[in-house]
Nanobody, 122 residues
């Protein structure tokens, strides 16, 4: 059974840092692109970051570039999102997602985690 499970969220002050983790199982993790998607209060889903299978190329939504870093440890079947210099606008439920492919073409995400809350507030 394909499963992805997030951890590491919580409450942090503006300017602080958090690292989200996503434990994957039930598929060959290294063969698939993975992404982080978030949903802020009252807002729709927003793609945040993705990491491609193979060469591990990454990309980010403009609002988090320079602050967030996506990475993967294929030996541990784990995806990470290091979040630095956090802002109140980063407050959201964050979801780890598995792509159908080696990249995230057409936002073709076929499995989602349960989501984890990140709250940035003073």
């Amino acid at each position: 059974e394909v499963q992805v499970v997030e951890s590491g969220g919580g409450l942090v002050q503006p300017g602080g840092s958090l690292r989200l983790s996503c434990a994957a199982s039930g598929f060959t993790f290294s063969n698939y692109a993975m992404t982080w998607v978030r949903q802020a209060p009252g807002k729709g889903l927003e793609w945040v970051s993705g990491i491609i299978s193979g060469d591990d190329s990454t990309d980010y939504v403009d609002s988090v570039k320079g602050r967030f870093t996506i990475s993967r440890d294929n030996a541990k079947n784990t995806l990470y999102l290091q979040m630095n210099s956090l802002k109140p606008d980063d407050t959201a439920v964050y979801y780890c997602t598995k792509s159908r492919y080696w990249d995230w073409r057409n936002d073709a995400m076929d499995h989602w985690g349960q989501g984890i809350q990140v709250t940035v507030s003073s």
